[in-house]
């Protein structure tokens, strides 16, 4: 495995130590940094750990709607609106898995797929009133949509 960049952690060609992704050369400390690349240093850095947080939330949301269909399989209690409404539910968080590695990975369609997600989660959870909901689908909302993370996510840079 070669060298990675410091700041959006993609491979590095061997030739230039300026990252073909970012465009921040790698040899820079942080202080060095002009305004511009310290803004897409942080968002890079802000986009994966979004993934991350998106793949934990799907793998919990996948692994609790299985868990509500199991206790209920021999006892008849198991009803057609139960099944339909956990699977939909465990394949949001299937979705949600995939998303998280698209944005770790900084894949293209991952910018629209987040705008999607992180949009309706955001109208589900005011609809709900749920506070906490507001707060974290806001604040992925923002991390994949706002200007500097369009450029890193749709390859603009």
């Given at each position: 495995?070669?060298?990675?960049?410091?700041?959006c952690?993609?491979?590095?060609?061997?030739?230039s130590?300026?990252?073909?992704?970012?465009?921040?050369?790698?040899?820079?400390?942080?202080?060095?940094?002009?305004k511009?690349?310290?803004?897409v240093?942080?968002f890079?850095?802000?986009?994966r750990?979004?993934g991350?947080?998106?793949?934990l939330?799907?793998?919990?949301?996948?692994?609790?709607?299985?868990?509500?269909l199991?206790?209920?399989?021999?006892?008849?209690?198991?009803?057609?609106p139960?099944?339909?409404?956990?699977?939909?539910?465990?394949?949001?968080?299937?979705?949600?898995?995939?998303?998280?590695?698209?944005l770790?990975r900084?894949?293209?369609?991952s910018?629209w797929?987040?705008?999607?997600l992180?949009?309706?989660?955001?109208?589900?959870s005011?609809?709900?009133?749920n506070?906490?909901?507001?707060?974290?689908n806001?604040?992925?909302?923002?991390?994949?949509?706002?200007?500097?993370?369009r450029?890193i996510?749709?390859?603009?840079?």
């Amino acid at each position: 495995m070669g060298k990675r960049c410091k700041y959006c952690l993609k491979p590095l060609e061997e030739t230039s130590d300026v990252c073909a992704f970012c465009k921040i050369d790698n040899t820079k400390s942080k202080r060095d940094l002009e305004k511009h690349e310290k803004l897409v240093a942080y968002f890079c850095r802000g986009i994966r750990v979004i993934g991350f947080l998106v793949i934990l939330y799907g793998i919990l949301m996948t692994f609790s709607f299985v868990g509500l269909l199991l206790p209920t399989i021999g006892k008849n209690m198991i009803t057609t609106p139960v099944i339909v409404f956990a699977s939909i539910m465990s394949l949001f968080g299937i979705f949600s898995i995939f998303l998280g590695v698209g944005l770790r990975r900084y894949y293209k369609w991952s910018f629209w797929g987040g705008a999607i997600l992180f949009s309706l989660s955001l109208i589900l959870s005011i609809l709900s009133l749920n506070i906490i909901g507001i707060l974290f689908n806001g604040l992925f909302l923002y991390y994949t949509v706002n200007r500097t993370s369009r450029k890193i996510l749709l390859h603009k840079l």
